[in-house]
């Protein structure tokens, strides 16, 4: 039996073949300036240090482009 390693998207749940290009990985978080951080974390659930995210790549892209638009309007 072959064992398939995966990494699963922090929005959705989607599994996604870790040799695969069909995700984001985030090492920390993408901010805005200093302090506005739009996307990504260092802690999961249980607060363990946890220094990547994983997204598939359109909820990548969603997800920041409402952030975006949510701080260029202010």
Do not use: W
């Not at 984001?24 to 951080?37: A, E, F, K, L, P």
């Not at 607060?47 to 309007?73: A, D, H, P, W």
Request: glycine share 10%; with cysteine.
């Amino acid at each position: 039996m072959k064992t398939i390693e995966a990494v699963k998207c922090e929005n959705c749940g989607k599994l996604h073949e870790v040799s695969s290009e069909d995700f984001i990985s985030i090492h920390g978080n993408v901010c805005i300036g200093m302090n506005g951080g739009i996307i990504g974390h260092n802690f999961d659930k249980e607060g363990r240090v946890n220094r990547i995210s994983v997204y598939c790549i359109n909820n990548c892209l969603k997800i920041m482009l409402e952030k975006f638009t949510t701080y260029t309007k202010r």
